[in-house]
């Protein structure tokens, strides 16, 4: 994720699908990205094949400095173990049950469910993808007269009974949204599609909260405390149309699994959302988040702050624990039966949580993940993979293939 003045920018320079082709061209594959979505899951003897591994991009590495290669000054003499704030397997539902208390004001996550229309055309956004049967519209009413609408694609293959969630980010173009979800819907995934507040299909006005029934023009997210009340909270916006389409998915299809995965501000959102919702699975986020005392060593741009939504000068009562909240996050997020969470950062992204500053949590909290489960891949897992095959703000075909690799294996083994 970013910070929103950044995005333009970002979106510009962006070169698309073609940058994530290069980038696994020059990393030594001749593989399109649909060829890269197709991975091997099982070795010689029926056992599961290794993750995908591909080497550094030496054209990306040429062109950044040492900072992009070696640990930042923020880590020394920083001890990890005391900012990982779940120490045991019963903190994680009190921890789970604060944040929810804030964002919903106590009433706890909401119980409603989405208007649905099925049969509708796909956005401008997604009309690229092959292989649908039925794209259903899933409307949530939110408050100030804001709306959230998510796209539900039904496979023309037979659905394999699992449910993958992509949330894209700030604005992104649609490329990594549609590479992601076409290799799920390939597979037999059904897909849920989602945008971040105030963008792409959901771009819209929003109530004035001083002046009820007058509209104001889509707020950036930077605008949104604006919104902030004892009463309210404007994270709802971001994570409320995640418990309420899942709640349809619950009543109407009953998946075995929900996976997520997002990019940028959406790989945020999937930072955040499997914390609190242990009906997700396995989730997949994506340049969206460091821990908050690493934020000042990403080399470009630098800080990487982050936007409303993920700073705790905006939101002191949602990021408000005495340990560091993302590292606290990520164990919330990998504990439970079948569930587990690898964090993907890309080593050269040209706008976030970029640089080899990771590396100093990456094991503390592997093995704590792997504590809580009492060494039981299947109660709970998490790890890190480093993507540097690219120098593009996105998820590379390499990324996409150790997603699969690791959905497709942890469906086997579990």
Not at 1 to 23: E, H, N, Q, Y
Not at 343 to 371: K, M, T
Request: one cysteine or more.
């Amino acid at each position: 994720m970013t910070d929103v003045d950044a995005g333009a920018s970002r979106r510009t320079m962006l070169g698309g699908v073609l940058g994530g082709i290069g980038a696994a061209l020059v990393a030594g594959s001749t593989a399109t990205p649909a060829a890269a979505a197709t991975v091997a899951t099982t070795a010689h003897g029926g056992k599961p094949a290794p993750r995908p591994v591909a080497p550094v991009n030496q054209e990306s590495a040429a062109k950044m400095g040492p900072e992009y290669k070696t640990l930042p000054p923020a880590v020394a003499g920083v001890d990890i173990e005391p900012l990982i704030g779940i120490a045991k397997a019963e903190d994680i539902q009190p921890r789970r049950q604060l944040m929810i208390d804030y964002i919903w004001k106590g009433a706890g996550r909401p119980a409603t469910l989405p208007t649905v229309e099925t049969g509708v055309p796909a956005p401008a956004e997604l009309k690229d993808l092959t292989g649908v049967r039925r794209i259903d519209l899933l409307t949530v009413p939110l408050k100030y007269q804001v709306t959230a609408k998510v796209y539900d694609l039904l496979p023309r293959k037979g659905w394999n009974r699992r449910l993958a969630l992509y949330h894209n980010g700030h604005g992104e173009p649609p490329e990594s949204m549609i590479r992601v979800a076409q290799a799920m819907l390939d597979r037999g995934y059904r897909v849920m599609v989602y945008a971040m507040p105030f963008f792409h299909w959901n771009a819209q006005g929003i109530e004035d909260p001083k002046n009820p029934g007058q509209m104001l023009p889509g707020p950036s997210h930077k605008e949104l405390p604006a919104w902030e009340s004892e009463g309210f909270s404007a994270l709802t916006f971001f994570l409320e149309p995640l418990t309420i389409t899942l709640n349809h998915a619950e009543k109407t299809y009953r998946p075995a699994s929900v996976e997520m995965i997002g990019l940028s501000g959406g790989g945020w959102t999937t930072t955040v959302y499997p914390a609190l919702d242990p009906r997700v699975t396995r989730s997949y986020p994506v340049a969206g988040s460091l821990p908050f005392f690493l934020r000042p060593a990403s080399p470009k741009p630098s800080p990487t702050i982050g936007d409303f939504e993920q700073t705790k000068a905006a939101l002191p009562g949602f990021y408000s624990g005495s340990s560091d909240d993302y590292l606290d996050m990520y164990v919330m997020a990998s504990i439970g039966e079948n569930r587990g969470q690898l964090q993907i950062l890309n080593r050269f992204d040209e706008c976030c949580f970029n640089g080899v500053s990771h590396r100093v949590y990456q094991a503390p909290l592997r093995d704590r993940v792997r504590l809580l489960a009492g060494g039981r891949p299947e109660q709970g897992r998490w790890d890190l993979l480093e993507d540097a095959t690219h120098d593009d703000h996105t998820i590379s075909p390499h990324a996409l293939s150790v997603i699969l690799w690791d959905l497709d294996t942890a469906n086997v083994t579990t």
